[in-house]
């Protein structure tokens, strides 16, 4: 008798599983476990209006809205609808899946950051270049003297894949303060 009466709470008839879900039945293994607090925008409907819904989320990302009237949406979703309606077309229901939702906005964010720190890089990348022009014009007459001071310039150069031979006939001649044909020399001695 005992165990009787513990079973009788567990025996759920079908209409108790399908009462308010439009007829749908979701089995226990099919409902996906969402590690910590849903993580998506909830708007009360009275403060968003249609016009920032369809700009801001319609077909973008996901949005829980509450205190609205969904009984439209109900009956256009219940299962009988779907049924009557799709025939033998496979009709799969899911819904809002947090987990995808917030690894696209990381991929998203990072993709922003690794943008933000190549545009970085490339800003360091071209001060560098503007201070080594800066350097190789204050110290031409070095580099031009002292072989061992120019092969360290060389080594920089080569370091951040500018070459002061092949950029431009004139221009690094003209920083470095040596004529076209020393250019042309050197350009001539590096190609031997």
Known sequence: MILLSLLIPLCVTTED????????????????????????ERHDANDLTQQEFLHRYAYQEPVIIYNIDNREFRERTSRSKMLSEWRDVS????????????????IAKGEQMA???LMMFSKQLEDFIIRLEQ??????????????????????????GVDPLASGKGFWAEKLGVGDFYYELAVQIVEV
Request: charged content about 25%.
């Open 91 to 106: 009709v799969v229901l899911n819904s809002a899946n947090t987990y995808s939702y917030t690894r696209a906005k990381f």
């Open 17 to 40: 599983l399908l009462k308010d879900d439009g007829g749908w039945l979701t089995e226990e293994i099919y409902v996906v476990a969402q590690d910590g607090p849903c993580n998506i």
């Open 135 to 160: 350097f190789a014009h204050k110290h031409r007459d070095e580099i031009r003297k002292n072989s061992q001071f120019r092969r360290h310039f060389q080594e920089m150069c080569a370091s951040v």
């Open 115 to 117: 943008g933000e720190q």
